[in-house]
């Protein structure tokens, strides 16, 4: 994951007894078409919180430990984009401490940061335990340059000119 500096890319803006406001704000060190951000706490909040955002799509998980806001409008590698979180339940100051991060393309459940990256699925009689790591050399055959999501959450797919290639995401 890409990280601006924790004092830009959040901070917050308006705070009450038991909820705050924060602006993220992300400059890309590359062109993306589509992003995700990323907010997560150091533990599970003690505290039942509400996340919510306006301008993004917001998927929380683990314990509510994880949010993450994902766009699909185009921010070119150096520009700013920023968005409004309101998070309720808890003021800033009774909630675990939090970073900011993001990533290319949309990735609605980036849960298995915190887990141990096994997962298992069940398909009919067949159940497979274990971290799923398909590679498929020919995905970006066909699609449109940009980045994408890859069924394992330590990487994704960067397509050029139906090049596909396997990128793993750095300071996880």
Not at 55 to 71: A, H, K, P
Not at 120 to 125: C, I, R, V
Request: proline letters at 5%; a negative charge; aromatic letters at 12%.
């Amino acid at each position: 994951m890409y990280n601006n500096g924790q004092n830009f890319a959040a901070s917050t803006i308006y705070e009450w007894d038991n909820g705050f406001i924060l602006r993220i704000r992300i400059e890309p060190e590359m062109d993306l078409n589509e992003w995700t951000a990323v907010l997560w706490f150091a533990d599970a909040p003690a505290a039942s919180i509400s996340i919510e955002s306006y301008e993004t799509s917001v998927t929380t998980t683990v314990s509510q430990r994880v949010s993450t806001f994902c766009s699909y409008d185009a921010v070119a590698a150096g520009d700013r984009t920023k968005f409004i979180v309101t998070v309720v339940g808890a003021s800033v100051d009774d909630l675990p401490n939090m970073q900011v991060r993001y990533i290319p393309g949309i990735h609605k459940d980036l849960s298995c940061i915190f887990d141990d990256e096994g997962a298992t699925t069940t398909t009919g009689a067949t159940t497979t335990t274990g971290p799923r790591d398909p590679e498929d050399p020919d995905f970006c055959e066909g699609e449109t340059d940009g980045f994408y999501p890859h069924p394992v959450c330590s990487k994704y797919y960067h397509c050029a000119s139906g090049v596909t290639n396997i990128r793993v995401i750095e300071n996880q």
